[in-house]
């Protein structure tokens, strides 16, 4: 049985598959608004199942570190080995979902995007934070580090504070890249 | 990053892809000893993500409850509504994912398989429970009621009560259906 919230906040905040990043002032404090709830939603929740489509069709899924907040431009990033599984597998098919479940809280959020693989040394650098230390023994100069971006196109959640129903919340819809 | 267990078990358990139900005594008792291993690691875990893909190609997860074990076949049971969207999205694409995350306990279990949908009654009736009756109100005259079978193909996990290591282990590698 599907998780649904019950005593939902009915406002749907749904922008245009058409919209671009500057369209208009108030699109893009729109998207701000989405991305700032977005975070907020994921706070606290410091690891997501990222699932990927094999060769074969079949979907996979395993646990990601979070080190880094959403980004103004609704990417979300994580550091990878380019020689891993799941870098294969994007470079074949591109869609992927990240997913967090915060069980003590009872929230549920779904992110569907596209990922691509990054490495640009500025950018592992201006992503780099101490913990990464722990995998990546020699930091950004690790043989084979990469970075994995995932560009959000559509968030939902699940929220049950006390209960349950059959509503979901659309989060985002961007075409922001 | 990705979590990766540490401290693992380095025993693999990787049956053959052409591993028939009955082809020996030897394969199903270890088909056997890999279900109840799986169920093991997803106990205390109530709910599960399900990514499914969609029309367009997009991947999506829902949360969903757990309400019963694992069968013997190593056939996974959902409740669900026949018309909701996940139902439309695995009648076009079979394949699913159902993640697991314990983040207290530090585990986080990947099943790769394919769903179908089930109405018949019998089998509504057997996986049943008093539980369900916050969404189904009716019970199994509910109307659209409808099982989603999740054929498990196979099941990574990650399991690190104390630290991480580049290691995965694969549970279940079966082709019993």
């Known amino acids: ?72 431009d609704g990417i979300l990033w994580f550091f990878t080995f380019a020689n891993s599984h799941k870098v294969l597998e994007i470079e074949r098919y591109q869609q992927v979902n990240v997913s967090f479940s915060s069980l003590n809280q009872q929230r549920y959020v779904s992110i569907s995007g596209t990922a691509e693989l990054v490495r640009d040394r500025n950018k592992l650098q201006e992503k780099w934070q101490p913990k990464l230390q722990t995998w990546f023994h020699q930091g950004v100069d690790e043989p084979n580090i990469a970075l ?18 059959p509503q979901t919340i659309r989060l985002l819809e961007l075409s922001h890249r």
Do not use: C
Not at 11 to 34: A, D, F, H
């Open 1 to 72: 049985m599907q998780y649904k919230p019950k005593n939902i906040n009915t406002k749907k905040e749904i922008q245009s598959p058409l919209l671009s990043k500057n369209s208009s002032m108030t699109n893009s404090q729109n998207q701000n608004q989405q991305i700032q709830q977005l975070r907020t939603l994921i706070t606290d929740i410091d690891s997501a199942m990222l699932t990927t489509v094999d060769d074969d069709g079949s979907l996979h899924s395993r646990p990601m570190s979070i080190f880094s907040d959403i980004d103004t």
């Open 148 to 165: 994995l971006k995932v560009n959000i196109n559509k968030a939902d959640y699940w929220e049950s504070p006390s209960s349950f129903s």
